[in-house]
T-cell receptor
Framework: HVQLVQSGAEVEKTGASVKVSCKAS????????VHWVRQAPGQGLEWMGW????????KYGKIFQGRVTMTRDTSTATAYLEVSGLRFDDTATYYC????????????WGQGTLITVSS | IQMTQSPSTLAAFVGDRVTITCRAS??????LAWYQQKPGEAPKLLMY???TLDSGVPSRFSGSGFGTEFTLTINSLQPDDFATYFC?????????FGPGTKVEIK
């Protein structure tokens, strides 16, 4: 069955960078785009961007361009999200999610990774 | 594209029929999904393309609408349904979520 398993929670200082991993299993990793979505405490869902595991091509949301990098390692079926220049308002749970191969909705989600930014 | 939802919170009894409305600032055709999220958990896909239930989702959930206005209806609310619901448009190479509707026990 399809699973996306993310790395564990992290605490980082302002200005630092953090890299979150998302390991896929139960399907062919290169067949489906992987999206990243974040959720600040008690808030809604905010789309960050996607990566094509097949080509490595990425599309980022406008407010994240220049601060976010999405990569993938096809040998381990893992997608990565790196956020640089961390600010207090980057404190959130970060989710990876798989895009259904024949449409654009997100059908499977990782369990989430809490990133806390402190001083 | 901006998404809004109403109400932001609703309180209901087990067995009630509840309706949540989602509006888009411009037409998204039928490219709309609904997710259910419980505290501490990831969102779970309920339905896509406005009204198609994901596998395993109970038939008491239904969706309707087109263009800019959509509804999620839960018939005979069950204890497991108390959660937050998000709509999500995925048209025109953009992905935007609604702010969410929290369904609470009355």
């Amino acid at each position: 069955h399809v699973q996306l398993v993310q790395s564990g929670a992290e605490v980082e200082k302002t200005g630092a960078s953090v890299k979150v991993s998302c390991k896929a299993s139960g399907y062919t990793f290169t067949d489906n785009y992987v999206h990243w979505v974040r959720q600040a405490p008690g808030q809604g869902l905010e789309w960050m961007g996607w990566i094509s595991p097949n080509t490595g091509y990425t599309k980022y949301g406008k407010i994240f361009q220049g601060r976010v990098t999405m990569t993938r390692d096809t040998s381990t079926a893992t997608a990565y999200l790196e956020v640089s220049g961390l600010r207090f308002d980057d404190t959130a749970t970060y989710y990876c999610a798989r895009q259904f191969s024949e449409s654009f909705y997100l059908d499977y989600w990782g369990q989430g990774t809490l990133i806390t930014v402190s001083s | 594209i901006q998404m809004t939802q109403s109400p932001s919170t609703l309180a209901a009894f087990v067995g009630d029929r509840v309706t949540i409305t989602c509006r888009a600032s411009q037409s998204v055709s039928n490219w709309l999904a609904w997710y259910q999220q419980k505290p501490g958990e990831a969102p779970k896909l309920l339905m896509y393309e406005t009204s198609t239930l994901d596998s395993g989702v109970p038939s008491r959930f239904s969706g309707s609408g087109f263009g800019t206005e959509f509804t999620l209806t839960i018939n005979s609310l069950q204890p497991d349904d108390f959660a937050t619901y998000f709509c999500h448009q995925y048209s025109d190479n953009s992905w935007v979520f609604g702010p969410g509707t929290k369904v609470e026990i009355k």
